[in-house]
Structure formats: C-alpha cells, structure tokens
C-alpha cells in the first residue's frame, strides 16, 4: 500500500490504526523534543532558574497550541466527513479557512506579548528576580508562534491527507534542528536564554514551513484552495470556521488544562516552595508534552479513521477503531507511569545537577505525579473519540471536568490535608475523577439498547 492511497473505509482497523500511529507518535514525541531540548541545554546551561523561567511562559504556550489543536481536529473532522462523501473542493476549501483563522488566532497571542513582556511575565506568576529571565525568552521566541500553529492544524490534514510520514518529518526535521542550534548558540556563541529561545523559534518556523509548503505544492486531496474576499465568500467562511472551532473546542479545552495544570502549579509551588519549588514542576513539565503527545497521537491516529467511517455509517467499524486506541493508551499508559516511577533519579539528571535543591524536590515528586498518567492518556483518548464522531456535548463536559471543575481544587486542598504530596497529587486525582466519570459514560451507553454505536 503506498504511503497516500489509504483506504479508511476497507483496509482492517488495526493494520490502519499502526499505520497512522507510528509516524504520528514520532513526529509528535519530536514535536515535544523541542521543549525538552530546551530544558536540557537551559538546565545545564542556566541551573534551575532558567528552567524556572521558561516554566511560566508554558500556560500561554500551551493555550495556543490547543487552539491549533481545536482549528485541526475540526477542519480534518469536517474535511473527513466531506472526503467521504466525495466532496474534495469543500474539504479542501476547509483546510484553507482554517489555515486563514490559525494566522489571526496566532497574532492575538503574539502582539501582546510583544508590546507587554514584562506584564505577561509577572501575570503569570514571575517574581522580580525571574522576570527578566522570562521577558528574554519570550521575545525571542513568540513571534515563531505563527509557525507553532500553522503547524498544529497542517500537520492534521496532512494525514488526512494520506501522508502521515511526511507529517512526521515536519515534527522531527524541526527536532533535530533545534538539538544542533540549542547547543550551538547557547555554548560555542554563549547567547544563554536568548540563544534557546532563538534556536526554537527557528526550529518551529522550519517545521511550519514544510508543512505548508507541502499543502500548497504538493498535497494529492487537499491542496490548499484560493480564497475569495467576497461577502458571501467570507460569511461561508465564518460559518465553517465556527462549526470547526465547536467540534474541536474540547481539543482546545484538553491543551487548556496544561496551561492550567502549570499556571496554577507554579502559583502553588511559588507559595509553598518557592524559586527551587517552581523549578522542580518545570521538571515534570518539561516531560508532560510528551505523555500528552502520546495521548494526542492516539486520538488523532483514530479520529481520521473514526471520522471517515462515521460519515459513511459504518458502524462497527467506527467502534474497532475505538477500542483499538482505547487499548493502545490503555499500554502506553500504564508503560510511561512505570518509567516515572522508577526512574525519577534518571530523569531529573538530564537537566539539573542531582545535588540541587530543584533536583532533590523533583526527584520526590516524580512518583506521585506518574500516578496519574494512565488516566491522563485515557482521558485524551476518549476525549478525542468524542470529537471524531462530533458528540460534543460529553467531550467539552469531560474537558473540563478534568481541567477546571477537579484540578484547581485538588491544588488548592490537598497541599493543606497532605502538605509537599498534596501538590504532586492534585493531577493524578482530577485526572483519576475523570476517567471514572468517562468509564460511567460508557457503560450506560452500552447498557442502552436502542442506542447504535454509530451515534457516538
């Protein structure tokens, strides 16, 4: 089978679901490279207060990228259903609206940052002596940030498009870029902080350009299409835009509860544990991109397949393609919780020093905070279902039963009933709420008869 003549509705579930998965997950773990890249030249270059300071500009980094997310679940959702029915020109018509959106979506997050650096910084929790430090990385690396989002809704419809290795070598060209530049700029040219945030913005800008290159040049089903400025042109725009953003507002909800998830923990940790308490949760944020690219591989590899075959209501398949990916976050889960587990040590020394204060709190932490990492997989994966098969209304409440409704009050009681635990445990415990709640949906769904798999 070549690589761009997939068939989503005939080739056997499980031979499709690898397909997809594999160059998927590996271009998303080298999309998360990047950011752990960063921490380990920045670590060994700048100690934990580098780490500390690129920590607090993560929640608005993360709050952009799920509007990437958000933009690309529901054109490839749309696009997909489109495809299947044969109607090439308006799916390929939707990736392009989407692609325009993303362009203005990416300059409200970035102009303001420019113009407001200092504010932004100590908005989001900076102290005095942090500030300057995230004022510089910001700078140098927010204006890339068009690139980070062109990239997050590219790289959907690529593999709708039927080329998932070449969605793959955006991610990891880019990854491997920013390895060579990282160490260039912040040892041999001794640029510190500016030099990690030039080298990523660089590496971003790379990844994005291929990407659309690719969609312009080169793409078999959705190149992108011309746009027209007319009225009625953009008011069909508006609308499709809006459905998208509804369909994937949960995705965007998903990367919302990072951003959470770091401000309110480095808020807590702040107050707690200070400087050294805020550089230790860097730690663990550094390496939670990567638990949720695997969840976000396993959603995206299904939705194209889930979506597909949901248009053309077949039913069963639909559901194979579901419990396949329930399976597979259920073994990546469970694997990614073992290696925090007994490896915390390990992990902590590939960006600090073991012997600092920062090291010693992660290296307490890391076991606790791996507790919750099979529910945070699952949790995406199920989401994720949601979305493919346009049933908002459970993947928006599970969202933000896990990002908001749980999460913020975890932080806020269980470091009183617990003390230093209680802050590591906040994630695992809203995560773990949630995935009772998603597993009780389920099973009523099963229990009702007349309710056809195809609906969900």
Same mark, same amino acid.
């Given at each position: 089978?070549?690589?761009?003549?997939?068939?989503?509705?005939? +080739?056997?579930?499980?031979?499709?679901?690898?397909?997809?998965?594999?160059?998927?997950?590996?271009?998303?773990?080298?999309?998360?490279?990047?950011?752990?890249?960063?921490?380990?030249?920045?670590?060994?270059?700048?100690?934990?207060?580098?780490?500390?300071?690129?920590?607090? /500009?993560?929640?608005?980094?993360?709050?952009?990228?799920?509007?990437?997310?958000?933009?690309?679940?529901?054109?490839?959702?749309?696009?997909? +259903?489109?495809?299947?029915?044969?109607?090439?020109?308006? =799916?390929?018509?939707?990736?392009?609206?989407?692609?325009?959106?993303?362009?203005?979506?990416?300059?409200? #997050?970035?102009?303001? @940052?420019?113009?407001?650096?200092?504010?932004?910084?100590?908005?989001?929790?900076?102290?005095?002596?942090?500030?300057?430090?995230?004022?510089?990385?910001?700078?140098?690396?927010?204006?890339?940030?068009?690139?980070?989002?062109?990239?997050?809704?590219?790289?959907?419809?690529?593999?709708?498009?039927?080329?998932?290795?070449?969605?793959?070598?955006?991610?990891? +060209?880019?990854?491997?870029?920013?390895?060579?530049? &990282?160490?260039?700029?912040?040892?041999?040219?001794?640029?510190?902080?500016?030099?990690?945030?030039?080298?990523?913005?660089?590496?971003?800008?790379?990844?994005?350009?291929?990407?659309?290159?690719?969609?312009?040049?080169?793409?078999?089903?959705?190149?992108?299409?011309?746009?027209?400025?007319?009225?009625?042109?953009? !008011?069909?725009?508006? !609308?499709?835009?809006?459905?998208?953003?509804?369909?994937?507002?949960?995705?965007?909800?998903?990367?919302?509860?990072?951003? +959470?998830?770091?401000?309110?923990?480095?808020?807590?940790?702040?107050?707690?544990?200070?400087?050294?308490?805020?550089?230790?949760?860097?730690?663990?944020?550094?390496?939670?991109?990567?638990?949720?690219?695997?969840?976000? =591989?396993?959603?995206?590899?299904?939705?194209?397949?889930?979506?597909?075959?949901?248009?053309?209501?077949?039913?069963?398949?639909?559901?194979?393609?579901?419990?396949?990916?329930?399976?597979?976050?259920?073994?990546?889960?469970?694997?990614? $919780?073992?290696?925090?587990?007994?490896?915390?040590?390990?992990?902590?020394?590939?960006? @600090? &020093?073991?012997?600092?204060?920062?090291?010693?709190?992660?290296?307490?932490?890391?076991? @606790?905070?791996?507790?919750?990492?099979?529910?945070?997989?699952?949790? /995406?994966? =199920?989401?994720?279902?949601?979305?493919?098969?346009?049933?908002?209304?459970?993947?928006?409440? #599970?969202?933000?039963?896990?990002?908001?409704?749980?999460?913020?009050? $975890?932080?806020?009681?269980?470091?009183?009933?617990?003390?230093?635990?209680?802050?590591?445990?906040?994630?695992?415990?809203?995560?773990?709420?949630?995935?009772?709640?998603?597993?009780?949906?389920?099973? =009523?769904?099963?229990?009702?008869?007349?309710?056809?798999?195809?609906?969900?």
């Amino acid at each position: 089978m070549k690589e761009q003549d997939i068939d989503f509705a005939t +080739v056997r579930i499980g031979r499709l679901f690898s397909k997809l998965f594999i160059p998927t997950l590996l271009g998303m773990l080298g999309m998360s490279a990047m950011t752990a890249i960063d921490g380990v030249f920045i670590g060994h270059c700048m100690g934990s207060d580098g780490i500390a300071a690129v920590n607090i /500009i993560v929640p608005p980094l993360m709050l952009i990228t799920g509007c990437g997310l958000m933009i690309g679940t529901g054109s490839s959702v749309t696009a997909s +259903v489109l495809l299947a029915h044969g109607c090439r020109k308006l =799916a390929r018509l939707h990736v392009t609206q989407a692609m325009a959106f993303a362009a203005l979506v990416a300059a409200a #997050f970035i102009v303001p @940052l420019m113009l407001f650096p200092e504010e932004a910084a100590r908005l989001l929790g900076a102290s005095d002596h942090l500030t300057p430090l995230v004022c510089e990385y910001m700078v140098w690396y927010v204006p890339s940030w068009l690139f980070l989002v062109w990239t997050g809704v590219a790289l959907f419809a690529i593999r709708l498009d039927g080329a998932p290795r070449m969605a793959m070598a955006c991610s990891l +060209v880019a990854a491997v870029m920013n390895i060579v530049l &990282d160490w260039l700029f912040m040892f041999p040219l001794g640029w510190g902080l500016m030099g990690g945030a030039l080298a990523t913005s660089l590496s971003t800008t790379t990844g994005g350009l291929m990407a659309v290159v690719y969609l312009l040049r080169h793409a078999r089903r959705l190149r992108l299409h011309p746009l027209k400025l007319s009225r009625k042109s953009l !008011r069909f725009a508006v !609308r499709n835009v809006g459905v998208q953003c509804r369909i994937g507002s949960s995705a965007l909800l998903g990367e919302a509860t990072l951003a +959470v998830l770091m401000l309110t923990g480095n808020l807590v940790f702040m107050h707690h544990l200070g400087d050294d308490g805020v550089g230790a949760f860097g730690l663990v944020c550094y390496y939670m991109p990567f638990i949720f690219m695997v969840g976000n =591989a396993i959603a995206q590899s299904a939705q194209p397949i889930i979506s597909y075959n949901f248009g053309l209501g077949l039913a069963q398949r639909t559901r194979a393609a579901e419990q396949v990916a329930l399976l597979t976050a259920t073994a990546c889960g469970v694997t990614v $919780s073992l290696v925090f587990m007994l490896l915390p040590e390990q992990l902590t020394a590939l960006f @600090l &020093d073991p012997r600092s204060p920062a090291a010693r709190l992660a290296v307490q932490g890391f076991p @606790l905070f791996a507790t919750g990492f099979l529910f945070f997989v699952l949790n /995406i994966t =199920a989401v994720g279902y949601f979305q493919s098969v346009e049933r908002l209304r459970p993947a928006t409440t #599970f969202a933000l039963l896990r990002g908001l409704v749980v999460l913020v009050p $975890s932080f806020v009681v269980l470091p009183r009933l617990l003390g230093e635990p209680g802050i590591w445990l906040a994630m695992p415990l809203a995560e773990g709420v949630t995935a009772i709640a998603v597993a009780a949906f389920f099973v =009523a769904g099963r229990m009702r008869a007349s309710h056809r798999p195809a609906q969900r």
